[in-house]
Nanobody, 123 residues
Framework: QVHLVESGGGSVQAGGSLRLSCAAY????????MGWFRQAPGKEREGVAT????????VYADSVKGRFTISQNNAKSMLYLQMNGLKPEDTAMYYC????????????????WGQGTQVTVSS
């Protein structure tokens, strides 16, 4: 069984940057898609950025386009999210997720989730 472990969250001021990392442990074969999702208190979980891990296509939420970049290192089973120009509204718990069964747009079918890492942006 695969485990996803996120790291890199923290507290920053508006305009700052953070780089989230997600390490995948347990599988010897690659996923079909992976992504970063976030959930703020009182709000529904939303997709932030996803990647077709076999083709490389990326998809971003409109709210983060131009500020966030998702990338992967398949050799190291790692997923990253570079976040620049952070805003207070980016404050949320960020989750890494993966689908090892099939590809789905925006990785909506992801069945494997990490525990999350908190990102807090102050104004």
């Amino acid at each position: 069984q695969v485990h996803l472990v996120e790291s890199g969250g923290g507290s920053v001021q508006a305009g700052g940057s953070l780089r989230l990392s997600c390490a995948a442990y347990g599988y010897t074969y690659s996923s079909y898609c992976m992504g970063w999702f976030r959930q703020a208190p009182g709000k529904e979980r939303e997709g932030v950025a996803t990647i077709d891990t076999r083709g490389g296509t990326t998809v971003y939420a409109d709210s983060v386009k131009g500020r966030f970049t998702i990338s992967q290192n398949n050799a190291k089973s790692m997923l990253y999210l570079q976040m620049n120009g952070l805003k207070p509204e980016d404050t949320a718990m960020y989750y890494c997720a993966a689908d090892y069964r099939r590809y789905s747009p925006n990785c909506v079918g992801a069945e494997t989730w990490g525990q999350g890492t908190q990102v807090t942006v102050s104004s």
